[in-house]
């Protein structure tokens, strides 16, 4: 269950949770708003209050759809710069995207690999999940607080933009290793 928030967060979240509602109906619209607030649950409001709803709003549910399908054991990672034409969503940053088991030290190997590659974190959002998955890895729900589930760990990082598909490719196969 997330923690109570800032009335500042409040203030930010609100319309991202009005634009689920908007663009989504019924149990869709409540599950991508139990996701947003799960998503930047450990977020600082001063981190978000730069950014657009919409981006929030797709920043989240792209890693949501990313995550959707996830075989245990086996890291999932996307490197990619959003844009609103393809993604529906835009950031000036390179995005970083992780679906992984739960375990320790996955947030300080990712940013020593970064540190390491001279980049500069500019955002780090890191929900851990409790998730049931169907035989075939596909996403049934989050799990209720009290129940079997397994801890997933989605890391959505921002880093300096990168465009040379030759540096984003080093970046995930770093972050991988």
Same mark, same amino acid.
């Given at each position: 269950? %997330? ?6 967060? &409040? ?10 509602? &908007? /663009? ?9 708003r139990e996701f ?23 920043? +989240?549910?792209?890693?949501?759809? $990313?995550? &959707?399908? $996830?075989?245990?054991?086996? %890291? ?18 390179t995005v970083i ?7 320790? $030290? ?7 690999? @970064?540190? /390491? ?6 955002? @780090? ?12 890895g596909e996403l049934?729900? $989050? +799990? ?22 030759? /540096?984003?490719?080093?970046?995930? &196969?770093?972050?991988?290793?």
């Amino acid at each position: 269950m %997330p923690a109570m928030e800032s009335p500042a967060k &409040q203030a930010i979240l609100e319309p991202v949770l009005r634009i689920a509602g &908007q /663009r989504l109906k019924g149990a869709a619209a409540a599950r991508a708003r139990e996701f947003l607030a799960l998503y930047y649950d450990q977020v600082d409001a001063e981190d978000l209050g730069a950014r657009a709803p919409e981006d929030l709003y797709g920043a +989240a549910m792209a890693h949501l759809a $990313f995550a &959707q399908r $996830f075989a245990a054991g086996t %890291p999932k990672l996307r490197v990619y710069n959003p844009r609103v034409e393809e993604h529906g969503w835009a950031s000036p940053n390179t995005v970083i995207e992780i679906v992984n088991d739960d375990m320790p $030290f996955l947030v300080d190997s990712v940013t020593m690999e @970064l540190n /390491r590659q001279g980049l500069t974190l500019h955002l @780090l959002v890191h929900p851990l999940a409790k998730t049931v998955r169907d035989g075939e890895g596909e996403l049934a729900s $989050f +799990a209720p607080a009290g129940r079997d589930g397994a801890r997933e760990s989605l890391i959505h990082v921002e880093v300096d933009r990168e465009s040379d598909p030759a /540096r984003l490719q080093a970046l995930a &196969q770093g972050i991988l290793a």
